[in-house]
């Protein structure tokens, strides 16, 4: 009976980890093989001319040279981080180094895309601005049926103003109709939050925060009034919680409080442009849904584009993300014309990441050097011209890594295999665990994680000593360390490159070589496997390790 007493506990804590990783396995994948042609639907040559194109006239007319193309292995890694939020694995380069195709880039963009990592990473991402970043009450908000809702819509390519309308208009229980928890963040006990919802609205599918609106008229922007906000607010002042979920109630009124006469007024749905683009049938959370996805209404499209930018470059092109000039403005008249490519091709969130990662931006160096006849070619721009560089797009930030791609890459330098739902259960089961604890201790910023962040010692220290960290590099018969070094006995440059490939996703420089190779020269057996890992522990700590480059 005490052995009894002590599996059971044990054989529940199986079947939660088992459910756990089920749950994530079942997000929705594809066909994960190198797609012979570029499938014609995302084929964005027009816009990504008139982008690059655009991009070089700003150029001429800063007198700035771009910095030269990336290497197709560094574009690689960033279309990985960007999308699946980890390094390619080994298996995966040697995939495309042995890929001699025409529109390489391309066609490996269509296959990050098709991958089920794709629409889980993403849709983790898109969830900090649709729902927040907390868990919520565990019964009425289940964050977990909301990411797999939208991680479904996103391998199915659903088009954006779909998913917004189905967020805004949903009905039903959070649990059987997970699009409701856009609703449900606002939930007050039985009441709704309208103000809450129409600032959320508005910052996440208008691009414009509005919130200082809610009180009075917005100090820093006269185009935000304290009427606009309440007239927002308005379209959801139906709705309700019932024991069978969200709905509508249409004799529900929206009421302010006068701060003058202190009295209470009603308040009707309204928006602040476009009245005409409000159709004269529907809910009031329906003809709102209709407002925010017309076609005429231009700040839909440019505030998914900012947003997409920022995942991909690690920064949006307009900052902050959340708080866009009008459309039309001079600064930001590539969202426009990326927005107009959006639009005519669907909505489509897969076609918007091929024009962004086919861009020229997006294929450059992250390093420029002095072209002056008197310095040598070598030499590194300053750090003040290579700011400029940087707000001019003229070459590719540098942007420290999130968490989840810190620890994402670490997981993945120390399996030579892809780690996805095909791998094993002990490596998935690791994966999750490690990700939840080490994001938490490496520190998360939330809805704000396309903001300005810096690196702090805490970090540093986690990543040479945590426990992951050493978990990660100790020898075992499915880990890296072990299978280079077991792998590549007798040849140290070969052991060398590969350490670089796995960690960095490219080759030691001639001077890296010269540093690392005698750690390896004449090493055998464990003394070996006990030099790569010192070589992996380096990498993992080198500043390139935990930036996008």
Known sequence: MRILGRLIPLALVVTVLLALVKTAADRPGGDVSTPARLARRFQADTTVAKTNAWFQAHWNREQIAPAAPASQLTILRRLSLALHGTVPSLEELRQFQADTGDRKLQRWTQRILADNRFASYFSDRLERVLVGSDEGPFLAFRRDRFGAWLSEQLAANRPWDQIVTELVCAEGLPTGQPATNFITIAQLDDDVDEQQLAGRTIRAFLGQRIDCAECHDHFLDPRWKQSHFQGLAAFYASTR??????????????????????????????????????????????????????????????????????????????????????????????????????????????????????????????????????????????????????????????????????????????????????????????????????????????????????????????????????????????????????ATAGDDTLCLASCFEVCLGRHPEPEESAALLPWLTETRGSQREQAVQDIFWALFNSPEFSWNH
């Open 241 to 486: 919680f019932t024991p069978l979920g969200v709905d509508d109630n249409l004799e529900l009124q929206f009421e302010v409080t006068d701060q003058e006469s202190n009295s209470s007024r009603v308040i009707a749905p309204a928006v602040p442009f476009g009245s005409e683009w409000l159709p004269a049938d529907g809910s009031p959370r329906q003809k709102l849904a209709a407002w925010l996805t017309d076609r005429r209404n231009e700040r839909f499209d440019r505030a998914i584009v900012n947003r997409v930018w920022g995942q991909m470059f690690g920064r949006p092109f307009h900052s902050p993300v959340d708080d866009l000039p009008d459309p039309g403005d001079p600064a930001t008249e590539v969202l426009d014309l990326l927005a107009d490519g959006f639009r005519s091709h669907g909505r489509e969130l897969k076609w918007l990441i091929h024009a962004i990662a086919a861009s020229r931006p997006f294929r450059l160096d992250s390093r420029i050097f002095n072209t002056d006849a008197n310095t040598p070619a070598a030499t590194e721009l300053p750090t003040v011209e290579l700011q400029h560089h940087e707000e001019a797009w003229a070459v590719f930030p540098l942007i420290r890594l999130r968490p989840e791609q810190v620890i994402g890459a670490m997981l993945q330098s120390a399996s030579l295999k892809t780690i996805d739902r095909n791998s094993h259960l002990f490596t998935r089961v690791r994966r999750f665990f490690g990700e939840q604890e080490f994001v938490q201790e490496y520190g998360d910023l939330g809805e704000e994680e396309l903001s300005e962040q810096t690196g702090t010692i805490p970090q540093a220290l986690l990543r040479m000593n945590g426990k992951l960290a050493r978990e990660l590099l100790q020898t075992g018969p499915l880990g890296a360390t072990t299978a280079i070094a077991g």
